[in-house]
């Protein structure tokens, strides 16, 4: 079965870091991306990786997010350090790089469950 399964979600006050983590399993994870959706707004994106470990990153978190892919664990990482009020969503990891849509996930892809993320001032 195909899968993708987010962890490491939670509460931080503003300043604090979390480490989101997302396995894959029933397919080879050779990039990923990382989105984020906020109650009354648009599904955005975070960060992504390639398989060559190139990376992309939304301007919002350059500097204070870092993406990581682990081949060996079939996972990838998003690092959050420096957290901020605006950083508050739901965090979803998807196989796809390139997703440009409204909501997520979408109904194509494979997409996690997502992982709340809530950000106190």
């Known amino acids: 079965e195909v899968q993708l399964v987010e962890s490491g979600g939670g509460a931080v006050q503003a300043g604090g870091s979390l480490r989101l983590s997302c396995v894959a399993s029933g397919f080879t994870l050779d990039g990923a991306g990382w989105y984020r959706q906020a109650p009354g707004d648009d599904c955005k994106f975070v960060a992504s990786?390639?398989?060559?470990?190139?990376?992309e990153y939304a301007d919002s978190v350059k500097g204070r997010f870092t993406i990581s892919l682990d081949n060996a664990k079939n996972t990838v990482y998003l690092q959050m350090n420096n957290m901020k009020p605006e950083d508050a969503a739901v965090y979803y990891c998807s196989n796809d790089r390139l997703f440009m849509g409204i909501s997520c996930p979408p109904s194509f892809g494979y997409w996690g469950q997502g992982t709340q993320v809530t950000v106190s001032s």
């Open positions: 990786i390639n398989f060559g470990g190139g990376t």
